[in-house]
Each structure stands twice: as structure tokens, then as C-alpha cells.
């Protein structure tokens, strides 16, 4: 090979190289109002340390975005800790009900099986529950799952507003019903597409098709302003869920700051936090992009 020609090989070498780099990072969400709110988070945080991005935010429930990204089809998305029992057929580990215990678990598992890197959690738990009425809480003094037990035993009226997934999956409903005694049959459940608690919140908020009652989270931020209050758990059958980036390892590896710039971000979403901008999206009607984007700025985490 003759010496130009050696010096167009290493010139299309280094092209090659700068394409790879420069490869656009894929962020992805699951479809509901805190998903929507996150992935945004994490799409304005890159781009404004000049990382191109591909914008899938709301890309679909947790199976479709989980399978994306252990499929390579997605790069970076918000998850929460606690469906690693879930994804590990692992639901019976006490480490899920503990934070730490928790994060430390699910990111040597994804690691090691899906070459996937879990980064700063947020200190908030957005935990499965369900929220009810308030009228009807009030009138008949519900303010546990123990409490809605006993009220179902007595036969009171009761729909529930959920995602097939609340319905259907071994740890949320089933999980509830298990634990505290009780089983709600078909008439006592509306079922909705997707999983946004948003949805949910709000047929019990307007009484749709006799619904009093809703699948929520606990960072939700319609359940206080459209007139529901939250039941507790104090079995606690709930996981903690603590919002964390997910990264696939080779993602990383090409931009290895990203870390260290979605940290100081992660750690400022408290549960209180991420209520009130939540209920700026679901509640005010606000668009999730501008949320995100001034939530960034006031707290300095963007210019």
C-alpha cells in the first residue's frame, strides 16, 4: 500500500470513529406524566451539554420501553428500582422494600445480565397505591388498605380505575388484595389503556362509570387537587420505586460524564418535588417539555 493510500485508510479510520461518537443517544420514557416529565429532564440535560439525541419521550408502558432498550432501540430512560423484582422474577427479596438495598440489587443484576447502567436514584418513592374519594374516605373513615378491607368485607360500594398492567401484574393489585384480604372482581374494575395515573385519577375525580376509587403513585400530583387522598400501606407490599437513568454500557462508555451531569439532577427530585411538577403537567395542563425545562433553569442545572 502505497503512502496516500495509507493516509486515506486512517482518514476513513477516523471518520468512522467520529461517526461512532457523535451517534445520536436514543431517550426514551414509558407514556405516563412522570415518564413523559423525566425523559424530558434527561433529554434537556444532554443536549445542553452538546449530546445530540433522538427523541422517543412516552414511547409506551414498562414492557414495550424495557424491551426497547435491552434491545439497543433505546439508549437512556427514566426507571424505578422496585421493578427489578419484576424484570428478575425476584419479588420475594426484602432488599426491594429497602432504598438502598434496592438500587444496589437491581443495578449488579442489570449489569451483569443486560450490560445496562443504573445511575443517581432520586431520593422519592413512587410507589404503587391507591387513592380514593375524599368523600368517600371521609364518610367511611378510610385512611389504610386496611381500612378499605374492612369496608369491602361489608360490601361497600367500590370501582377502581386502573392499567391493565396495575390489574394484572403479581406485585401491584394482586399483591394489595393478598395482603390485606380482600378481591375485587370484574364489575368492581374499569380498566384503561396505558399506564397513566393521570387517567386513572381522573374517572375517579368526574365518578366515570361509577369509578370513586384510582390506581396512583406516590408522586403523583392531581391526587390532593382533584379531591382524592392516597390510602397507606402499612404491611408496606410495596417495593420502593426510586426514579433512576438507566444507561446501556456502551453508552456510557462514549460519553462517561453523563453520570456525573444527570447526579446533582436526580438527587434534587424529592417526592414533594416531583408532586408539584407533576401536577404542573397533569393538573394545569403545562406542557412536559416546559416543565422540565424550567425546572432545569431555576434550579441552575441548565443555563
Given at each position: 500500500m502505497n503512502v496516500s493510500a495509507r493516509w486515506s485508510m486512517a482518514g476513513l479510520v477516523l471518520l468512522a470513529a467520529g461517526a461512532q461518537a457523535a451517534e445520536p443517544v436514543k431517550v426514551?420514557?414509558?407514556?405516563?406524566?412522570?415518564?413523559?416529565?423525566?425523559?424530558?429532564?434527561?433529554?434537556?440535560?444532554?443536549?445542553?451539554?452538546?449530546?445530540?439525541?433522538?427523541?422517543?419521550?412516552?414511547?409506551?408502558?414498562?414492557?414495550?420501553?424495557?424491551?426497547?432498550?435491552?434491545?439497543?432501540?433505546?439508549?437512556?430512560?427514566?426507571?424505578?428500582?422496585?421493578?427489578?423484582?419484576?424484570?428478575?422474577?425476584?419479588?420475594?427479596?426484602?432488599?426491594?422494600?429497602?432504598?438502598r438495598?434496592?438500587?444496589?440489587?437491581?443495578?449488579?443484576?442489570?449489569?451483569?445480565?443486560?450490560?445496562?447502567?443504573?445511575?443517581?436514584?432520586?431520593?422519592?418513592?413512587?410507589?404503587?397505591?391507591?387513592?380514593?374519594?375524599?368523600?368517600?374516605?371521609?364518610?367511611?373513615?378510610?385512611?389504610?388498605?386496611?381500612?378499605?378491607?374492612a369496608y369491602l368485607k361489608k360490601g361497600g360500594e367500590f370501582k377502581l380505575a386502573a392499567s391493565a398492567e396495575f390489574i394484572e401484574r403479581s406485585d401491584a393489585l394482586p399483591a394489595f388484595e393478598k395482603a390485606y384480604g380482600f378481591k375485587l372482581e370484574q364489575?368492581?374494575?374499569?380498566?384503561?389503556?396505558?399506564?397513566?395515573?393521570?387517567?386513572?385519577?381522573?374517572?375517579?375525580?368526574?365518578?366515570?362509570?361509577?369509578?370513586?376509587?384510582?390506581?396512583?403513585?406516590?408522586?403523583?400530583?392531581?391526587?390532593?387537587?382533584?379531591?382524592?387522598?392516597?390510602?397507606?400501606?402499612?404491611?408496606?407490599?410495596?417495593?420502593i420505586y426510586a426514579p433512576t437513568p438507566v444507561v446501556r454500557e456502551s453508552v456510557l462508555k462514549a460519553y462517561p460524564q453523563m453520570g456525573e451531569w444527570l447526579k446533582p439532577v436526580f438527587a434534587s427530585l424529592d417526592e414533594k418535588t416531583l408532586q408539584q411538577l407533576n401536577a404542573s403537567i397533569a393538573v394545569e395542563g403545562l406542557d412536559a417539555k416546559k416543565v422540565a425545562a424550567d425546572y432545569l433553569k431555576q434550579k441552575g442545572f441548565v443555563k
Open positions: 426514551g420514557s414509558k407514556i405516563d406524566t412522570e415518564g413523559s416529565l423525566l425523559g424530558n429532564i434527561i433529554l434537556q440535560v444532554l443536549d445542553s451539554h452538546g449530546v445530540k439525541t433522538v427523541n422517543k419521550v412516552q414511547l409506551g408502558t414498562t414492557p414495550v420501553v424495557r424491551g426497547a432498550i435491552t434491545a439497543g432501540e433505546l439508549d437512556i430512560y427514566p426507571e424505578y428500582t422496585g421493578n427489578g423484582a419484576f424484570f428478575f422474577k425476584d419479588e420475594k427479596d426484602a432488599a426491594w422494600k429497602n432504598a438495598q434496592g438500587y444496589e440489587k437491581v443495578k449488579k443484576l442489570d449489569a451483569e445480565k443486560n450490560h445496562l447502567v443504573w445511575l443517581t436514584p432520586a431520593p422519592a418513592n413512587n410507589t404503587w397505591t391507591i387513592a380514593v374519594r375524599k368523600d368517600l374516605a371521609e364518610k367511611n373513615k378510610l385512611t389504610s388498605l386496611d381500612d378499605l378491607s364489575p368492581q374494575l374499569l380498566s384503561l389503556a396505558g399506564g397513566d395515573t393521570a387517567v386513572t385519577i381522573k374517572a375517579a375525580a368526574q365518578q366515570t362509570s361509577g369509578v370513586n376509587a384510582a390506581m396512583a403513585y406516590g408522586t403523583d400530583g392531581p391526587v390532593a387537587a382533584l379531591g382524592l387522598q392516597t390510602l397507606s400501606d402499612p404491611k408496606g407490599v410495596q417495593p
